[in-house]
């Protein structure tokens, strides 16, 4: 498809496990975004990349998460030990570039919702 | 740190009228600021970007604002439609692109 892809749409797991989030890019878009989306906190950044590097993973809340993206293009974002209020909806976003191009709309997934049991 | 603050939090109007949405944010020094809209269950769609350098920007029936010196920006609705229904959300750019999102206004137009 011609937009931003994630998997799964829904995903319901226990609290302790871990989860994997996938976020497929618009081809070509060398930037990449991950933000939550939770009830009462509003849509809050998580991590960026620039091609396969992550220059600001300033708004990871824990070291619970972490995110990698290979090949400039697939990211996946990893939860582990999930908690309770790790609950929300995980929205992948990507742009054709930055700095200069931070001009450019970012693109988005349809999220991914997750509720820890 | 910057902060994006939308009011109000909900709006409810009957089909026709113009209507405003605010946002106002912190720090003036953001690259660009963007509307969106959100419905439920779905992702965001950009509706309008204004350039940091620019003043307002339209599409359709929208109108966006921006006077960065003050910190706002504003969203001109004008004869709103049922399908217009949805949460608005405000966001400033910082120059990585990372996004900063207010709360949200959500809307709703009654027939």
């Known amino acids: 498809g011609a937009g931003v892809s994630q998997s799964p749409s829904n995903k319901v797991t226990e609290k302790g496990k871990d989860v994997e989030l996938r976020c497929d890019p618009i081809?070509?878009?060398?930037?990449l975004y991950w933000y939550r989306q939770s009830l009462g906190q509003g849509l809050e950044f998580l991590i960026y990349?620039?091609?396969?590097?992550?220059?600001?993973k300033s708004g990871l809340p824990s070291d619970r998460f972490s995110a990698e993206r290979t090949g400039g293009s697939v990211s996946t974002l990893t939860i582990q030990r999930t908690q309770q209020e790790d609950s929300a909806v995980y929205l992948c976003?990507?742009?054709?570039?930055?700095?200069?191009?931070?001009?450019?709309?970012?693109?988005f997934g349809a999220g991914t919702r997750l509720s820890v049991l | 740190k910057q902060e994006v603050t939308q009011i109000p939090a909900a709006l409810s109007v009957p089909e026709g009228e113009n209507l405003v949405l605010n946002c106002s944010f912190t720090?003036?020094?953001?690259?660009?600021l963007q509307w969106f809209r959100q419905d439920p269950g779905k992702g965001l769609t950009s509706l309008l970007l204004?350039?940091?350098?620019?003043r307002e920007q339209t599409s359709g029936r929208l109108n966006a604002s921006l006077d960065k010196s003050s910190g706002r920006s504003t969203l001109y609705i004008a004869a709103s439609q049922p399908g217009d229904s949805a949460t608005y959300l405000c966001?400033?750019?910082?120059?990585?692109?990372?996004?900063?999102f207010g709360q949200g206004t959500t809307l709703q137009v009654k027939p």
């Open positions: 976003a990507s742009s054709p570039g930055t700095g200069a191009q931070a001009k450019n709309i970012q693109y």
């Open positions: 081809s070509g878009h060398t930037a």
């Open positions: 990349f620039q091609g396969n590097s992550a220059p600001d």
């Open positions: 720090d003036s020094a953001i690259y660009n």
């Open positions: 204004i350039q940091s350098s620019q």
């Open positions: 966001a400033v750019s910082s120059n990585t692109g990372k996004l900063i």
